[in-house]
Protein backbone atom coordinates (compact mmCIF):
# COMPACT_ATOMS: atom_id res chain seq x y z
CA UNK A 1 0.00 0.00 0.00
CA UNK A 2 1.05 3.05 -0.97
CA UNK A 3 2.14 5.53 2.28
CA UNK A 4 1.74 9.30 2.28
CA UNK A 5 2.55 11.95 4.21
CA UNK A 6 -0.34 13.66 6.03
CA UNK A 7 -0.23 16.89 8.93
CA UNK A 8 -2.81 15.23 11.49
CA UNK A 9 -2.68 17.93 14.14
CA UNK A 10 -0.80 21.33 15.08
CA UNK A 11 0.17 23.51 17.92
CA UNK A 12 1.57 26.21 19.44
CA UNK A 13 2.91 28.55 22.19
CA UNK A 14 2.38 32.45 22.98
CA UNK A 15 4.99 33.42 25.90
CA UNK A 16 3.15 35.29 28.25
CA UNK A 17 5.25 38.74 28.35
CA UNK A 18 3.73 40.96 26.18
CA UNK A 19 5.26 44.28 24.44
CA UNK A 20 3.05 46.78 23.24
CA UNK A 21 4.36 49.05 20.35
CA UNK A 22 4.14 51.60 22.61
CA UNK A 23 7.32 50.16 25.22
CA UNK A 24 9.11 50.75 22.09
CA UNK A 25 8.15 54.46 21.95
CA UNK A 26 9.56 54.91 25.37
CA UNK A 27 12.56 53.35 25.09
CA UNK A 28 13.58 53.96 21.72
CA UNK A 29 12.89 57.96 22.80
CA UNK A 30 10.56 58.16 19.04
CA UNK A 31 6.89 57.73 17.89
CA UNK A 32 7.12 53.69 16.16
CA UNK A 33 3.85 52.91 16.46
CA UNK A 34 2.42 54.31 13.46
CA UNK A 35 5.30 53.45 11.47
CA UNK A 36 5.37 49.69 12.76
CA UNK A 37 1.35 49.53 12.15
CA UNK A 38 1.25 50.87 8.50
CA UNK A 39 4.52 49.58 6.94
CA UNK A 40 4.85 46.21 8.66
CA UNK A 41 1.30 45.31 10.40
CA UNK A 42 2.70 44.74 13.97
CA UNK A 43 1.08 46.08 16.73
CA UNK A 44 2.21 43.95 19.79
CA UNK A 45 4.47 41.41 20.57
CA UNK A 46 5.60 38.39 22.69
CA UNK A 47 8.79 37.48 24.42
CA UNK A 48 10.05 34.60 26.59
CA UNK A 49 10.32 34.78 30.44
CA UNK A 50 14.00 35.38 31.85
CA UNK A 51 13.81 31.66 33.23
CA UNK A 52 12.37 29.92 29.36
CA UNK A 53 14.99 29.02 27.00
CA UNK A 54 14.22 27.59 22.74
CA UNK A 55 13.31 23.78 23.85
CA UNK A 56 10.97 25.50 26.32
CA UNK A 57 8.64 27.46 23.75
CA UNK A 58 9.30 24.21 21.55
CA UNK A 59 8.08 21.77 24.83
CA UNK A 60 4.72 23.49 24.96
CA UNK A 61 3.89 23.73 21.34
CA UNK A 62 4.89 19.35 21.08
CA UNK A 63 2.58 18.88 23.83
CA UNK A 64 -0.40 20.33 22.67
CA UNK A 65 0.47 18.98 18.52
CA UNK A 66 0.98 15.53 20.45
CA UNK A 67 -2.65 15.36 22.30
CA UNK A 68 -4.32 16.58 19.36
CA UNK A 69 -3.05 14.20 17.54
CA UNK A 70 -3.71 11.57 20.58
CA UNK A 71 -0.09 10.32 20.61
CA UNK A 72 2.52 9.95 23.07
CA UNK A 73 5.44 11.54 23.23
CA UNK A 74 6.70 7.48 22.88
CA UNK A 75 5.18 7.19 19.38
CA UNK A 76 7.33 9.93 17.93
CA UNK A 77 10.31 8.64 15.23
CA UNK A 78 11.32 11.52 14.39
CA UNK A 79 12.07 15.07 15.84
CA UNK A 80 12.97 17.55 13.36
CA UNK A 81 13.33 21.16 14.67
CA UNK A 82 14.17 24.65 13.08
CA UNK A 83 15.23 27.67 14.55
CA UNK A 84 18.37 29.92 14.10
CA UNK A 85 18.14 30.60 17.91
CA UNK A 86 19.08 27.31 19.71
CA UNK A 87 19.46 26.41 22.93
CA UNK A 88 23.72 25.76 22.23
CA UNK A 89 26.05 25.61 19.63
CA UNK A 90 25.74 22.23 20.10
CA UNK A 91 24.20 19.81 20.93
CA UNK A 92 21.04 19.87 18.74
CA UNK A 93 18.29 21.77 20.10
CA UNK A 94 15.91 18.76 18.94
CA UNK A 95 17.94 16.34 21.56
CA UNK A 96 17.19 18.62 24.11
CA UNK A 97 13.42 18.50 23.30
CA UNK A 98 13.29 14.89 22.77
CA UNK A 99 14.22 14.48 26.55
CA UNK A 100 11.98 17.52 28.12
CA UNK A 101 9.13 15.87 26.27
CA UNK A 102 10.01 11.96 27.26
CA UNK A 103 10.11 10.76 22.72
CA UNK A 104 12.70 8.49 23.92
CA UNK A 105 12.21 6.45 20.89
CA UNK A 106 12.93 9.49 18.46
CA UNK A 107 15.71 10.74 16.32
CA UNK A 108 16.51 13.75 16.41
CA UNK A 109 17.86 16.72 14.18
CA UNK A 110 17.87 20.20 13.86
CA UNK A 111 17.15 22.51 10.82
CA UNK A 112 18.82 26.12 10.04
CA UNK A 113 17.28 27.73 6.81
CA UNK A 114 16.99 31.19 9.19
CA UNK A 115 13.42 31.90 9.00
CA UNK A 116 12.91 29.30 6.00
CA UNK A 117 13.18 26.53 8.48
CA UNK A 118 9.98 25.08 8.94
CA UNK A 119 9.15 24.70 5.80
CA UNK A 120 12.58 22.93 5.09
CA UNK A 121 11.57 20.76 7.96
CA UNK A 122 8.09 19.52 6.42
CA UNK A 123 8.88 18.69 3.13
CA UNK A 124 12.32 17.08 4.62
CA UNK A 125 9.30 15.02 7.03
CA UNK A 126 7.33 14.11 4.06
CA UNK A 127 10.12 12.34 2.16
CA UNK A 128 10.88 10.49 5.42
CA UNK A 129 7.36 9.18 5.63
CA UNK A 130 7.16 8.19 2.21
CA UNK A 131 10.19 6.51 2.11
CA UNK A 132 10.97 4.44 4.74
CA UNK A 133 7.94 2.42 6.66
CA UNK A 134 9.70 2.20 10.16
CA UNK A 135 8.78 5.81 10.60
CA UNK A 136 5.05 6.93 11.15
CA UNK A 137 5.02 9.86 13.11
CA UNK A 138 7.06 12.88 13.11
CA UNK A 139 7.00 16.24 14.91
CA UNK A 140 7.81 19.00 13.07
CA UNK A 141 8.52 22.48 14.72
CA UNK A 142 9.59 25.62 14.45
CA UNK A 143 10.40 27.83 17.40
CA UNK A 144 12.42 31.03 17.89
CA UNK A 145 14.05 32.72 20.52
CA UNK A 146 15.46 35.63 19.48
CA UNK A 147 14.58 38.77 22.32
CA UNK A 148 17.88 36.87 23.45
CA UNK A 149 19.54 38.27 20.27
CA UNK A 150 17.80 41.57 20.58
CA UNK A 151 19.85 44.70 20.61
CA UNK A 152 16.93 46.61 21.96
CA UNK A 153 18.78 50.36 20.97
CA UNK A 154 18.70 49.08 17.62
CA UNK A 155 15.88 50.71 16.60
CA UNK A 156 16.30 48.59 13.25
CA UNK A 157 15.87 45.27 14.67
CA UNK A 158 14.13 45.32 18.22
CA UNK A 159 10.76 46.39 17.25
CA UNK A 160 10.69 43.18 14.89
CA UNK A 161 11.73 40.42 16.60
CA UNK A 162 9.51 37.77 19.02
CA UNK A 163 9.41 34.72 20.61
CA UNK A 164 7.35 31.85 19.82
CA UNK A 165 6.68 28.26 18.60
CA UNK A 166 4.51 26.13 16.36
CA UNK A 167 4.35 22.60 15.54
CA UNK A 168 2.87 19.66 13.99
CA UNK A 169 2.77 16.00 13.77
CA UNK A 170 3.37 14.41 10.02
CA UNK A 171 2.32 11.01 10.30
CA UNK A 172 1.68 8.31 7.81
CA UNK A 173 -1.56 7.90 5.58
CA UNK A 174 -3.17 6.13 3.02
CA UNK A 175 -4.66 9.44 1.81
CA UNK A 176 -2.39 11.96 -0.49
CA UNK A 177 -1.32 14.50 2.26
CA UNK A 178 2.01 15.80 0.73
CA UNK A 179 1.92 16.91 -2.78
CA UNK A 180 5.06 18.97 -3.84
CA UNK A 181 7.72 20.89 -2.62
CA UNK A 182 10.82 23.21 -3.58
CA UNK A 183 13.79 24.67 -2.02
CA UNK A 184 15.87 27.10 -3.29
CA UNK A 185 18.31 30.07 -2.61
CA UNK A 186 20.11 33.03 -2.89
CA UNK A 187 23.68 32.67 -0.65
CA UNK A 188 25.38 35.84 -2.01
CA UNK A 189 23.21 37.57 0.44
CA UNK A 190 24.44 35.25 3.92
CA UNK A 191 26.55 38.40 5.10
CA UNK A 192 23.10 41.04 5.20
CA UNK A 193 21.41 39.95 8.16
CA UNK A 194 22.06 37.24 11.53
CA UNK A 195 23.43 36.64 14.65
CA UNK A 196 27.75 36.72 13.05
CA UNK A 197 29.36 36.17 16.24
CA UNK A 198 29.49 32.78 18.03
CA UNK A 199 30.44 30.75 15.00
CA UNK A 200 33.76 29.49 13.36
CA UNK A 201 33.97 32.52 11.48
CA UNK A 202 33.44 34.49 14.29
CA UNK A 203 34.04 33.25 17.69
CA UNK A 204 32.85 34.70 20.81
CA UNK A 205 35.17 37.39 22.43
CA UNK A 206 35.07 38.27 26.15
CA UNK A 207 31.74 39.90 26.79
CA UNK A 208 33.27 43.12 28.34
CA UNK A 209 33.72 43.63 23.96
CA UNK A 210 30.75 44.86 22.72
CA UNK A 211 31.36 43.31 19.64
CA UNK A 212 31.75 40.38 20.95
CA UNK A 213 28.02 39.49 22.38
CA UNK A 214 25.52 37.92 20.08
CA UNK A 215 23.13 40.24 18.61
CA UNK A 216 21.17 39.77 15.44
CA UNK A 217 21.59 42.60 13.61
CA UNK A 218 21.06 44.05 9.87
CA UNK A 219 24.69 44.18 7.92
CA UNK A 220 23.72 45.74 4.26
CA UNK A 221 20.05 46.00 2.62
CA UNK A 222 17.95 43.06 0.72
CA UNK A 223 16.49 44.60 -1.99
CA UNK A 224 12.86 45.67 -1.20
CA UNK A 225 11.00 43.77 -3.83
CA UNK A 226 13.10 40.34 -2.94
CA UNK A 227 10.12 38.19 -1.96
CA UNK A 228 7.80 39.93 -4.60
CA UNK A 229 10.74 39.00 -7.11
CA UNK A 230 11.46 35.12 -5.82
CA UNK A 231 8.26 34.01 -4.55
CA UNK A 232 6.19 33.74 -7.53
CA UNK A 233 8.72 31.49 -9.77
CA UNK A 234 8.53 29.63 -6.88
CA UNK A 235 5.47 29.17 -6.07
CA UNK A 236 5.00 29.06 -9.90
CA UNK A 237 7.58 25.52 -9.91
CA UNK A 238 5.82 24.17 -7.29
CA UNK A 239 2.46 24.27 -8.35
CA UNK A 240 3.48 22.62 -11.87
CA UNK A 241 5.51 19.86 -9.53
CA UNK A 242 1.75 19.05 -8.00
CA UNK A 243 -0.35 19.58 -11.62
CA UNK A 244 -2.01 22.43 -10.30
CA UNK A 245 -2.80 26.52 -10.65
CA UNK A 246 -3.05 28.98 -8.94
CA UNK A 247 -6.99 28.69 -8.37
CA UNK A 248 -6.59 25.34 -7.24
CA UNK A 249 -5.06 26.35 -4.07
CA UNK A 250 -7.51 27.09 -1.18
CA UNK A 251 -5.06 28.70 1.38
CA UNK A 252 -2.04 30.20 1.28
CA UNK A 253 0.59 31.17 4.50
CA UNK A 254 3.57 32.89 3.85
CA UNK A 255 6.54 34.45 5.87
CA UNK A 256 4.55 36.26 8.88
CA UNK A 257 7.26 39.48 8.80
CA UNK A 258 5.27 42.09 6.85
CA UNK A 259 1.76 42.16 6.17
CA UNK A 260 2.36 44.63 3.67
CA UNK A 261 4.71 41.42 1.30
CA UNK A 262 1.62 38.97 1.80
CA UNK A 263 -0.61 41.81 0.42
CA UNK A 264 1.20 42.57 -2.39
CA UNK A 265 1.93 38.37 -2.89
CA UNK A 266 -2.08 37.88 -3.17
CA UNK A 267 -2.39 40.79 -5.69
CA UNK A 268 0.37 39.49 -7.69
CA UNK A 269 -1.24 35.94 -7.45
CA UNK A 270 -4.17 37.14 -8.49
CA UNK A 271 -5.67 35.78 -5.14
CA UNK A 272 -8.31 37.14 -2.95
CA UNK A 273 -7.14 38.16 0.84
CA UNK A 274 -9.82 35.89 2.48
CA UNK A 275 -7.11 32.76 1.27
CA UNK A 276 -4.40 34.16 3.40
CA UNK A 277 -3.83 34.12 7.41
CA UNK A 278 -1.86 36.86 9.47
CA UNK A 279 -0.58 36.79 12.83
CA UNK A 280 2.24 39.78 12.86
CA UNK A 281 -0.38 42.23 14.01
CA UNK A 282 -0.71 40.66 17.73
CA UNK A 283 2.57 38.42 18.29
CA UNK A 284 5.46 39.72 16.04
CA UNK A 285 7.96 38.45 14.10
CA UNK A 286 8.36 35.02 15.30
CA UNK A 287 10.80 33.43 12.25
CA UNK A 288 11.05 29.78 11.86
CA UNK A 289 7.84 29.52 13.84
CA UNK A 290 5.85 31.97 12.33
CA UNK A 291 3.70 29.83 9.70
CA UNK A 292 2.84 27.11 12.12
CA UNK A 293 2.01 29.91 14.44
CA UNK A 294 -0.25 31.31 11.83
CA UNK A 295 -1.73 27.67 10.68
CA UNK A 296 -2.94 27.36 14.20
CA UNK A 297 -4.13 30.40 14.38
CA UNK A 298 -6.33 29.90 11.52
CA UNK A 299 -7.82 26.22 12.60
CA UNK A 300 -8.36 27.96 16.09
CA UNK A 301 -10.21 31.01 14.49
CA UNK A 302 -12.19 28.16 12.35
CA UNK A 303 -10.78 29.84 9.31
CA UNK A 304 -9.01 27.54 6.93
CA UNK A 305 -7.78 25.03 6.20
CA UNK A 306 -11.14 23.34 5.74
CA UNK A 307 -10.91 19.42 5.40
CA UNK A 308 -10.21 18.33 1.80
CA UNK A 309 -8.30 22.40 1.14
CA UNK A 310 -4.82 22.34 -0.62
CA UNK A 311 -2.99 24.41 1.25
CA UNK A 312 0.63 26.31 0.21
CA UNK A 313 3.46 27.34 2.46
CA UNK A 314 5.72 29.59 1.43
CA UNK A 315 8.90 31.07 3.50
CA UNK A 316 12.15 33.17 3.27
CA UNK A 317 14.80 32.93 5.96
CA UNK A 318 18.29 34.74 5.84
CA UNK A 319 20.95 33.97 3.70
CA UNK A 320 18.89 33.93 1.44
CA UNK A 321 16.88 30.76 2.12
CA UNK A 322 13.55 29.87 0.40
CA UNK A 323 11.47 27.00 0.43
CA UNK A 324 7.57 26.08 -0.83
CA UNK A 325 5.37 22.86 -0.04
CA UNK A 326 1.90 22.04 -0.87
CA UNK A 327 -0.47 19.48 0.86
CA UNK A 328 -3.85 18.25 0.97
CA UNK A 329 -5.39 18.91 4.01
CA UNK A 330 -6.50 15.67 5.91
CA UNK A 331 -6.70 16.56 9.41
Not at 36 to 42: E, K
Not at 126 to 153: E, Q
Amino acid sequence: MTRYAQIISTGRYVPEKMLPNSYFDEILGRDVDEWLVTNVGIKERHVMAADETTSDLACHAANQALARATITPQELDLIILATDTPDYLSPATSTVLQHKIGAINAGTFDVNCACAGWVTALDTAARYIATDTTINHILVIGVYGMSRFVDYSDHKTCTLFADGAGAVVVGAGVEPGFMAGKMVATGSFYDALGIYTGGVACPITPIEENSGIPRVQFVRKFPATFNSDHWPPLIMDTLAKANLGLDDIDFFLFTQLNLNTIKQMMALLGQPLAKTHWIMDKWGYTGSACIPMALDDALASQKRPLPGDIILFCASGGGISMACNIWRWTA
